[in-house]
């Protein structure tokens, strides 16, 4: 049965009350196809704050009046549940439905489309993947950054909060939008942007590069990970060496010395200090999907097993 990509009519339709109207007008405004109900609570606030004659009953909203106006925008079909997260996020009705990728990062502050997802999304390989790769920071590292996002909004010139509401580690479905999604968790920061144009955001281009040595299997497989490099790392050299001088692991900086010395013939003093971290007597792997191989690069101690 082919999935539903627009609520059925909830409930009865209802005219808006003036509280609602103005709420409506500021979604409405903001172009924001999607809101979580953390976001929602957070533009009530910024209408009760906005001075106009709207006849509330307090100077900020609180869980009934969050409720009532909540309800108020569902019934009048201004939001409605959304068809994949349920009642953890609205859909805006009147603004087209978007793709999978811009629904989990409109759902998601932490999330960017990543992996092989993101090569193609930047031109740097012709492959399709079935799922849609997305990343995020492990839990340990997510939750302090939703703490701090809360207290970043917490901080705007508003009327103090009569009640607050958390901004969740969100567990996405196994499917948006008929797209199956795989979501890495790394214990590391994960570097992002903003996809010009749309809702989504992205790994940054080292960022992507060095993914594509920590988890190949994610982008394509070694073999295609290596000819991605070969056609399109010289562009982005600075990019990448800085991604990677950043990234925690040192298999990461390992696998990305060899490729760009002894692979794409590139000499960088900045390369250097990363061949301290070469282990002698190991068994560190270029592919580690793959056994090991005799093929061994002496300086960077790993077997080049492609």
């Known amino acids: ?44 606030r910024r209408v009760y704050a906005s001075g106009q004659r709207l006849y509330l009953r307090s100077d900020a909203p609180d869980p009934d009046s969050y409720n009532r106006l909540r309800r108020n925008l569902l019934d009048a079909r201004v939001l409605g549940p959304d068809v994949n997260y349920g009642h953890r996020a609205y859909r805006l009705l009147d603004l087209a439905d978007p793709p999978a990728d811009e629904v989990c990062c409109l759902v998601d502050p932490l999330v960017c489309v990543s992996h092989l997802s993101a090569l193609q ?21 997510a939750r302090p950054l939703l ?12 009327p103090p909060q009569a009640f607050a509401m958390p901004l969740p580690l969100v567990s ?23 996809l010009r144009g749309c809702h989504a955001r992205i790994t940054t281009i080292g960022q992507t590069f060095a993914d594509t040595l920590a ?43 060899y490729v760009i010395e002894d692979l794409l013939g590139i000499a960088d003093p900045r390369v250097d200090t990363w061949a301290k971290l070469a282990q002698r007597g190991g068994s ?11 093929s061994y690069s002496a300086r960077w101690m790993i077997s080049t097993n492609v």
Not at 284 to 294: I, T
């Open 172 to 194: 996405h479905p196994k499917v948006v939008r008929r797209r199956k999604l795989h979501l890495s968790q790394p214990s590391h920061p994960v570097e992002s942007v903003a």
């Open 215 to 257: 988890e190949p299997d994610l982008c394509g497989g070694m073999a295609h990970v290596l000819e991605i490099w070969g056609q399109h790392a010289a562009i982005y050299l600075d990019e990448i060496i800085s991604a990677v001088d950043r990234h925690p692991l040192a298999i990461v900086k390992v696998r990305a010395g």
């Open 1 to 44: 049965m082919a999935e539903r990509l627009f609520p059925a009519a909830y409930g009865r339709s209802e005219h808006l009350t003036r509280a609602g109207e103005a709420l409506a007008d500021r979604l409405r405004a903001s172009g924001l196809p999607v809101v979580t109900p953390y976001g929602l609570l957070l533009e009530m």
């Open 147 to 158: 703490a701090e996002r809360m207290r970043l909004d917490a901080s705007e010139p508003l």
């Open 121 to 141: 999304r930047y031109g740097l390989t012709d492959r399709r993947p079935q799922a849609l790769l997305l990343s995020r920071p492990a839990a340990a590292i």
């Open 284 to 294: 560190r792997l270029l592919d580690p999907s793959k056994p090991y191989a005799p």
